[in-house]
């Protein structure tokens, strides 16, 4: 089974950036992959996601339209996720993950099988 990675994380204030990243032990190339967000208290939401092969389609949460960007590249097996202009509700323990399907990502993300430890995304006022 594939293991994730993600790492990035770190405080920032209000207005700031960070990029955060997403390593995969396998090659990602045939994968779909999406960025995920967990806040305090919170059930997992989507964020974004982007198609495999050449990530020519990518999909975000309106929440974060104009804001994230998210890429790849795969002779890495890597995954980001650019986020600008960040607000203390962005505050989460940012998730990444794989499927073979762009929908799973969005539709059943909930229902993939493992997850990584996640990267924390602390934004201060």
Not at 28 to 46: D, M, S, T, V
Not at 87 to 95: F, G, V
């Amino acid at each position: 089974q594939v293991q994730l990675v993600e790492s990035g994380g770190g405080s920032v204030q209000t207005g700031g950036s960070l990029t955060l990243s997403c390593v995969a032990s396998d090659a990602i190339y045939n994968y779909a992959a999406g960025w995920f967000r967990q806040l305090p208290g919170k059930e997992r939401e989507f964020v974004s996601s982007i198609s495999r092969y050449t990530g020519g389609s990518t999909v975000y949460a309106d929440s974060v339209k104009g804001r994230f960007t998210i890429s790849r590249v795969n002779s890495t097996n890597t995954v980001y996720l650019q986020m600008n202009n960040l607000k203390p509700e962005h505050t989460a323990l940012s998730y990444c993950n794989e499927d073979l399907k762009l929908h799973n990502m969005i539709e059943e993300f909930r229902n993939l099988p493992s997850w990584g430890l996640g990267t924390q995304v602390p934004v201060s006022s």
